[in-house]
């Protein structure tokens, strides 16, 4: 095992700022990275070999197979690739995980068979169908689209009939889903991670602000988490780990309603929710998955003192005004700044709640959140 | 200062673990690293341009030169490639810590005329000089090249007029130091960081164990520190700072001597005894160091908790053994294994100090320490 290991090489589809943060958690452990992206100077370049090619492109995937492990970054990659990686390397998580999280049908069905809480759903491939579904439903409901949603895109809240004709019109090229809309307190989410052994651990709830369908902060641990709600959300992630057979990092997306979890997504990968644990938690997701797709004992995901992330989205910052908050951490991607694109993120951490609260409010304030 | 900071290139002289450490931190920060170092393959070529060159080539200090900031990882640098590249850019630490830092007569002479305590010490260039200093020093001494001398090398204990003899005939060829043998409890050492404004932050004392003249283990913070023992350490290190207007990370190790401390040397530089702040402290030595020279606020220098840091040296490990413990974090150089080559380290962090010993004796155990 040990020969494998140090410096081993691991290859990732995607060369974003997950793969770059992986790259930097992989490096400090001695492994090789190569990432596979269509973009020249992605910011995963900084930390390891860049192959700049199509997720299809067969000599790039034939590169990248003679790696120790792959796995990838981006959901969105194309799941032939990865099936076709599988027939000459291990590759984790694999195309079962990938397939059922690219398609919000087959997720949600798949949160319903594991007697997952979810908002009621339907498919809706046809403006009759829609009709029919808005009538078992119930109005509001949200539109979306079953596959490349993400950040809010491809998604329509539903208050009206018109709503609906008009969303239909826009959305309608591809296959749909109706959710009930769900009259949610918080949205929080919970990261685990599975490892080759099939040990599992998870990192405790955290709880996420969203605008304009954009994450902007993450508070780590959750506030005001019940022993069972704590338990809820544990026992749903394991379920999902063990029915994909899943192997790395995995987030779940949940609705908090009234202390009834609704399982809203999960996304197979290390995940923005997941950053806090850089500085928050003993062992980063992005180590951790690393341990887990090499099959290595996983890390303690425990954390010990409140902590918040705040992501940087689509402009610069003061590096000053930033890291003269105590205990504050800029991390920034190398990415060009532009609207609605997360080029960074800030980690603070602090004793107890309301000096963490006092920093982060001190935080949002020089970055113009 | 914004657009100075993210995206700026860092220069280091310098590309073997600690530039490779240097540019992991610089990295999540968002900045561009470029390391001139003679070898080929050196470690910091994972994170960074590495320009392979000698010290002194003058092209090679062109190109350095067009960076924010130039800084290095090598105390044995020549004086003269960093006051050439001084004329040209911005450059910390600068040559006068480096050039007290090459030499060990004028770095105590340096402690000696801050009022910091040190083993009795003379020059010594000649046989006859050698002779009259031991009736000064008297017996056992340590005879040591003023330069070039590291992990042990260019020394020899003296504890007869034969063994001085031998070590003169050995050692004679360069500038001598002769320095009482220090009857120690045990070597500690503190690491501290100013920055381009002054602001000054030291870590708590640590206490290192050494074998055969090479670091293998440092305990963070070191038990058993009284305040008065924990204020001087501060107060000598904080007026080394002073006295060369030194900006960067900055390690000086001690004797601990029934509670009195005496300064062995300093390491103008981030310091294998500082490598624990990785995981162990709030902010880490790397990142500190960077913040330092781009004058940026500095980071809490703030252990948590108990933790610990063992040398890997000269031989791999099993990263299975090591990760099983918990709390444990492998940090692999991507260097070939060879002997008394230091190859990685781990870190361990406890809730306390019995639980961390436990720890460490797992640790030392998979390790074969």
Chains 1, 2 share one sequence.
């Not at 997306?253 to 290390?270: Q, T």
């Not at 806090?276 to 980063?284: C, L, P």
């Not at 425990?302 to 205990?327: F, H, T, W, Y």
Request: include cysteine; charged fraction near 25%; aromatic fraction near 6%.
């Amino acid at each position: 095992m040990a020969s494998r290991v140090l410096g081993a090489r691991v290859g990732v589809l995607g060369g974003g700022q997950l793969g770059r943060m992986l790259g930097l958690a992989g490096r400090s452990m001695g492994l090789e990275l190569q990432f596979l992206d269509p973009t020249a100077g992605s910011p995963a370049a900084a930390v390891g070999e860049l192959v700049v090619a199509g997720y299809e492109d067969e000599s790039a995937l034939e590169r990248l197979a003679t790696s120790e492990v792959v796995t990838f970054e981006f959901e969105n990659v194309p799941v032939s690739a990865i099936k076709s990686l599988e027939q000459r390397c291990a590759v984790f998580p694999g195309s079962r995980a990938l397939e059922v999280a690219q398609d919000r049908l087959h997720e949600k069905t798949c949160f319903r068979a594991l007697g997952i809480g979810t908002p009621p759903f339907e498919a809706v491939d046809t403006w009759e169908q829609l009709q029919a579904a808005l009538v078992r439903v119930g109005l509001p409901a949200v539109l979306k689209t079953r596959r490349f949603g993400y950040d809010g895109k491809g998604q329509a809240v539903l208050r009206t009939e018109a709503d609906a004709k008009e969303a239909f019109d826009r959305l309608g090229g591809s296959p749909l889903i109706l959710e009930g809309f769900v009259r949610f307190q918080r949205e929080l989410s919970i990261i685990a991670v599975r490892s080759r052994s099939g040990e599992v651990a998870t990192y405790p709830l955290v709880q996420n602000h969203h605008e304009g369908g954009i994450l902007r902060k993450t508070l780590a641990p959750a506030p005001a988490v019940s022993d069972s709600l704590q338990a809820d959300a544990r026992a749903y992630v394991e379920k999902v780990l063990q029915h994909l057979d899943y192997v790395g990092v995995l987030a779940l997306e949940l609705f908090d309603c009234d202390g009834r979890l609704l399982a809203n997504e999960i996304a197979p990968r290390v995940h923005n929710t997941g950053h806090f644990s850089i500085e928050g938690a003993r062992t980063s997701q992005f180590e951790n998955h690393l341990r887990a797709i090499l099959g290595l004992p996983l890390g303690s995901t425990e954390i010990p003192e409140p902590c918040a992330m705040l992501n940087l989205i689509g402009r610069s910052v003061d590096p000053r005004a930033v890291l003269e908050v105590p205990d504050a951490h800029l991390h920034w991607y190398g990415k060009e700044p532009r609207p609605n694109r997360k080029v960074g993120h800030i980690t603070v951490r602090a004793p107890d709640v309301p000096t963490l609260d006092e920093r982060v409010a001190r935080l949002e304030r020089s970055i113009g959140a």
